[in-house]
């Protein structure tokens, strides 16, 4: 199986994450449900593990208490052994353990915040949500503000849908400590559940200038940056984000066999999801997606102030692996009247100025189906490399033919390089795309 690739790599985020063993299983069926093993590439792993964290939490992820204890000791008071001891249970899966051991203490120290931690964390892990909520308020009410206390009582929030109080918990978690980048992520996450994009994306970019070094707040902070959705506009063309009003559209897309062939065999089955994710906010599409899906559209009027468009085509960025800074690139033209004079060629310019110089990806790849040598040869045209050829990897749903498949890929450092793109780039966009901007990148700020 595909899965045994990259189980080594699941293995390492569970040591370190202190994730219990057993959960292996769980990331693998998590893997099939999310389809993260399409074409045989290794998921997002970051994604992959808050996302199984956050399958039994509602849609917030936990303090972790043995981690939290051990990066405290040393500026803060011993720790009661017998906590330390219901830590370790709980870092192995064994909450009901780590209660035992707590309640099991001949003597308790309830002036120490550690041992309310662990209880509430234990409780939320076995879905006592009400329980966890108590715990944690009379932990409260014992020790005073605690920032992972509140992150605990915002979790059983959660865990019993009651978003408003969660927020204001998380709120209070991140004025107790700035650094709390855990409750950054859950504030952040609640916004989301209640389609409050703007709200999330705010509370991310403030918790990113306090701890720029979280990997977890950039990670969500990027797939939210509003950059994903504005339009790239380049001479009397346009990219949008695709949109409910698109569907007859598509739907004529994906009804042409000849187009799809050529575009992406697999996605015309899909139609019915991608239905779905019209109606979704388009600032989740990376998130809950990974992926941008544009409509190519060419202007049908020389109106400065309010021109109209027509679709003309599809584009979009796939498998996106933001830990790799990389994705995938799709192009298509439904009629063969824009396959020429230049169209195909300035939506490419468009999206390598996107990919490179607004997003900041280190390389994009291009899977060129074996029955379209044009494609390949327009693929090489534009700097990207053939980084491999595989014969028979894929079957024709349709036909049962066996397809080959070839692999090409472009990095940043060679996209700088490319002086063909930046003389085609100043005549189509006005601009040689293959410089770096002023301003910083997604990935940088």
């Not at 792993?45 to 051990?70: D, S």
């Not at 024709?396 to 472009?410: C, Q, R, S, V």
């Not at 700088?416 to 990148?441: H, M, N, P, V, Y």
Request: charged letters at 20%; glycine letters at 6%; a positive charge.
């Amino acid at each position: 199986m595909v899965i045994v690739f990259f189980e080594d790599e699941v293995r390492k985020i569970i040591q370190v994450r202190q994730t219990p063993s057993r959960n292996l299983s769980v990331i693998t069926d998590k893997l099939q449900s999310f389809n993260l093993l399409r074409r045989n590439k290794k998921p997002d792993l970051v994604y992959l593990f808050n996302e199984l964290k956050m399958q039994n939490f509602g849609i917030c992820l936990l303090p972790e208490p043995l981690t939290i204890i051990a990066d405290t000791l040393s500026y803060v008071e011993a720790i009661p052994s017998y906590i330390t001891e219901a830590a370790q249970f709980l870092s192995k899966g064994q909450a009901k353990k780590a209660l035992q051991t707590l309640n099991s203490a001949s003597v308790k120290i309830p002036d120490s915040p550690w041992g309310w931690i662990v209880a509430a964390t234990a409780h939320c892990r076995l879905k006592n949500f009400t329980v966890a909520c108590e715990v944690s308020q009379r932990g409260l009410q014992q020790v005073g503000k605690n920032t992972h206390l509140f992150d605990c009582l915002g979790v059983a929030f959660c865990g019993l849908t009651d978003y408003a109080n969660a927020q204001n918990s998380f709120l209070h978690a991140i004025q107790s400590d700035v650094h709390n980048t855990n409750a950054v992520v859950n504030l952040a996450n609640v916004f989301i559940s209640q389609n409050q994009p703007d709200a999330a994306f705010e509370i991310l970019q403030q918790g990113l200038k306090q701890n720029p070094d979280s990997s977890e707040i950039r990670h969500l902070f990027v797939q939210l940056h509003p950059a994903w959705i504005q339009p790239l506009v380049g001479g009397k063309l346009r990219l949008r984000v695709q949109a409910p009003g698109d569907q007859d559209f598509l739907a004529r897309c994906f009804a042409d066999q000849a187009f799809m062939n050529k575009y992406h065999r697999f996605m015309a089955n899909s139609q019915a999801k991608q239905g779905i994710a019209l109606k979704q906010n388009p600032r989740y599409r990376v998130l809950k997606q990974k992926s941008v899906q544009w409509i190519i559209e060419q202007a049908i009027s020389d109106s400065q102030e309010n021109p109209r468009y027509q679709p003309i085509g599809l584009a979009s960025l796939a498998e996106i692996q933001l830990s790799h800074q990389r994705a995938e690139i799709l192009i298509g033209f439904p009629e063969s009247a824009y396959r020429g004079q230049g169209t195909p060629l300035t939506v490419m310019l468009l999206l390598l100025d996107f990919v490179f110089n607004r997003i900041g990806f280190n390389k994009l790849t291009s899977i060129v189906y074996g029955d379209n040598p044009y494609s390949q040869r327009s693929t090489l045209a534009l700097g990207f490399s053939q980084e491999g050829f595989r014969p028979g990897q894929l079957r024709d749903l349709n036909t049962g033919a066996w397809l080959d498949i070839y692999d090409n890929g472009l990095l940043q450092s060679d996209f700088r390089k490319q002086a063909r793109l930046a003389r085609l780039s100043g005549r189509l966009l006005g601009f040689d795309i293959t410089r770096s901007r002023t301003e910083t990148t997604v990935f940088e700020q």
